[in-house]
């Protein structure tokens, strides 16, 4: 056989190198989670380690044993609360504006749209500033309620945006029939249309979850009483103080905050990509 | 007949809820936000007066509103372009067929979800001045004479914010690029292929300018979200050292809820806002007309 350079590079050398390529890719944009799950796994006397070491020795769980504590449990009790509910609120209410933005004629349709996309870039202190006054005359300061609140709103214009454009590829003619053969309008919207718009959905909702994990600055200014902490708050607030040098321990709490997240993720991420692709790219 | 459009009470209980929220908790904010940035509003005291423009001629001649202002954008600029370069081969080398190529993208997808305050504690471990992982591995291989102290240096700090917010907007610009790859049609390739385009000449030439609008939305996107973005910041460096990456939105809130300034936080709001509307009238002229 005779050799063949440009064979060669066709054959071995392109299909090897782009592997190579999206592995290390991939390797460097992952590292940083893979250094704190093996950080979070060593034992303390590995951690200060020089040249430092990728893979422990010795797989150890005592540090998550160490900060396991009814601390931890409150603060994962009420982001979960707080999370779970902002997500169930702001994707219904949202969903339901948006099926009426697509449906029905209404005036200054484009201008509302505008408005919902561009409110996710409003300045968030200047929102929480008479959130706060008006939160503090409701009497509603220091519950969790006033987080949910406050997840919910800066939340639900993405999730009417994102609905709206997933309803407006269903085709209107399935609701004609339903409506033909005598169901309701609400037994159109929430039978058949929210059911049809399952990517959808499940997109904005953990749209709104994963913000309300993440969101700091409300509970920080809403909330005063230590257990009502939520996680973000409560591992700025009271943990890292506590815990300052203990890095194995801190890199297992942040292992154990991110898992519940990453668990839905795992599941819900070729709907919550869809649902998402479908909302941004064609809208 | 399907009469849905006459049915204004339907109408009218679908909008409510969001209505009354956007109504409460965002229009009024807002105007309220811009009405207090002329007053001296704060929540210590019970009430306020009209003091015109003081708060702006305050803040304009303020050096460190300045140095923020300027902060936000170096960081989030910077943040930015690195994000897009990146995405952009990450999306392109992706999107080959590669075996595994669906893992890495969820692999690479994953880090969008760690939240941001793991990623604080995360950051202060691996920029460690003693025993951080990027010191350890620069030593390692000898490109560091002594510890380079990531944090407490206002330019590197600023650096390692930088790369935290490109390492965070990676993932989401990458999936709608590839998105947006995966659009473009194939005829349009095979025709440049058969007028004997080579693969960087489709790439730069066609495959590019196709996604170039789409791209630069999520870009946007990414940047005014980043704007918000304080967590990092405020929990790693807690703004400093000399105020190197105090960023718009934290110096913000400091005012407002640990100055209780309301007045002067709800000025810089509004300022932040008078961006925004130059940002997005420019976006639309540019960006939307050519869609």
Redesign the interface.
């Known amino acids: 056989m005779k050799f063949s350079f440009s064979k060669l590079v066709r054959g071995y050398i392109i ?1 090897y190198g ?2 190579a ?3 290390a ?2 390797a460097i ?2 590292s ?2 893979v ?2 799950v093996s ?1 979070s796994l060593k034992k303390e006397s590995e ?2 380690d ?3 070491v990728w893979i422990p020795s010795e797989i150890s769980f005592d540090s998550y044993f160490r900060i396991m504590n009814s601390f931890v449990a409150n603060i994962l009790y009420n982001s979960i609360l707080v999370a779970l509910l902002a997500a169930i609120i702001a994707t219904v ?2 969903a ?2 948006a ?2 933005l697509s ?4 005036p200054g349709k484009s201008t509302i749209m505008l408005f919902f996309l ?17 939160l ?1 005359k409701m009497g509603l300061l220091d519950t969790l309620l006033s987080m949910i ?1 406050g997840h ?2 800066i939340t ?2 993405i999730t ?1 945006w994102l609905m709206k454009n997933f309803i407006d590829q269903i085709p ?1 003619e399935i ?2 029939a339903a ?2 053969e005598g169901a309701s ?2 037994r159109i ?1 929430f039978f058949i249309v929210f059911p049809l718009s399952m990517p959808a959905l499940t997109a904005s909702a953990l749209f709104v979850f ?1 913000t309300s ?2 969101e ?2 409300f509970g ?2 809403f909330i005063s009483s230590p257990d009502l902490r939520t ?2 708050v409560g ?2 607030q009271s943990f ?1 103080q506590e815990f300052k040098t203990d ?1 194995t321990g ?2 297992s ?2 292992v154990i ?2 898992i519940p ?2 668990i839905i ?2 599941f819900l ?1 070729k709907s919550f ?1 869809r649902g ?2 479908a909302g ?2 064609k809208g | 007949m ?1 009469s ?2 006459q ?1 204004k009470l ?2 009218l ?3 409510l ?3 009354l ?2 109504a ?3 229009i ?3 105007a ?2 811009v009405y ?1 940035s002329f007053t001296d509003a704060s ?1 210590l005291r019970p009430t306020s007066k009209f003091v015109g423009f003081e708060n702006y001629r305050y803040l304009f001649a303020d050096d460190v509103y300045w140095q923020v202002l300027g902060n936000t954008i170096f960081i989030i600029g910077f943040a930015t372009i690195l994000a897009m370069l990146i995405s952009v ?2 999306a392109l ?2 999107n ?1 067929t ?4 669906g893992l ?1 993208r ?18 202060g ?2 920029f460690n001045t ?2 951080g ?1 990027v010191n ?2 620069l ?2 291989y000898g490109l560091i004479e002594s510890q380079i102290d990531w944090l407490f240096n206002g330019k590197y700090a600023q650096w390692a914010i930088i790369l935290c917010f490109a ?1 965070r907007s ?1 993932p989401f610009l990458m ?2 690029m590839l ?2 790859l995966q ?1 473009v049609p194939g005829e349009v390739l095979d025709a440049a292929e058969v007028d004997g385009a080579k693969y960087w000449q489709k790439t730069f030439k066609v495959t590019l300018p196709l996604i170039q609008n ?1 791209s630069l939305a ?1 870009a946007l ?1 990414q940047a ?2 980043m ?2 973005e ?2 990092l910041p ?2 790693l460096t807690e703004g400093g050292p000399m105020n190197a990456t105090m960023v718009l ?1 934290m110096y ?2 400091n ?3 640990d100055s209780w300034d ?1 007045a002067l ?2 000025t ?3 300022l ?2 008078v961006m ?1 509307v130059l940002f ?1 009238a420019i976006y639309l002229k540019t960006v939307v007309r050519e869609m």
């Open positions: 299909p782009l592997q390529s999206a592995l890719s991939t944009l992952i940083p989670i250094w704190m950080t951690v200060f020089r040249p430092p209410i949202g339901m504006t099926y009426a449906r029905f004629a209404i561009s409110s996710l870039a409003f300045p968030i202190p200047l929102l929480m500033m008479s959130m706060y006054i008006l503090m609140i919910t709103v639900l214009p009417v209107k609701e004609e409506y033909v309008f609400l919207i994963v994990w993440n700091l600055f920080l200014s996680v973000p591992i700025s890292l890095w801190m890199m709490l942040a905050v991110t997240i990453g993720f795992v991420q990509l998402m692709i941004s790219v | 399907y849905l459009k049915n339907l109408l209980g679908l909008c809820p969001a209505t929220i956007v409460i908790f965002i009024f904010p807002i309220n936000g207090m929540p081969c990450l080398l992706l080959n590669i075996r595994f190529s890495y969820s692999l690479i997808f994953q880090t969008w979800v760690v939240p941001w305050i793991v990623i604080a504690i995360l950051w471990w691996i003693d025993y992982l350890g591995t030593a390692q390492w990676i999936v709608i998105a947006a659009g789409i999520a996107m005014v979200r704007f918000q304080m967590t405020f929990v939105s913000s809130y005012l407002a809820f309301f936080a709800a810089v709001g509004s932040w806002l925004l997005g």
